[in-house]
């Protein structure tokens, strides 16, 4: 029992500075976005359980768009060259923000995987 309980210690321990950081990523979403169930629409769509889900945006489900990690990646660096590059060109994106930073983007997109 001592075991256990100290082995939920250093899991937690781990996972604290992780969720935080995942937290801080997504901050500057929610100018746009809700995450949670049912949440409404800002300027951006609700994100409740976006991951593994093929976009809500008729541009990008016409092509197919599925967000999983290399998807997310490629659009939150750039989300104009993302639909750009999908659409030949026919469609911009509307999402002015550029996660330029890999780690950024990728705690963003773990803090998605967990909305569902
Ligand atoms: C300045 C406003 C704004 C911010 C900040 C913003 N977004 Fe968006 N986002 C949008 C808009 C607007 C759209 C819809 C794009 C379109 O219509 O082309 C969008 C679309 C999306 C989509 C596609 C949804 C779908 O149904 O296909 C994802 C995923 C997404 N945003 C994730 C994020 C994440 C993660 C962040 C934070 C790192 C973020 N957004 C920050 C405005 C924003």
Known sequence: MKNVAFSLTVVATLLTPWLASAQEAVKK????HTFDQGGAKKIGPNLFGIFGKTSTLPDLAAKG???DEPTLMEYLANPSAFVSAKTAGASKSKMALLVKD???RKAAIEYLKTLK
């Open 29 to 32: 979403c929610l100018a746009c």
């Open 65 to 67: 768009v599925v967000w």
């Open 102 to 104: 890999e780690a950024e």
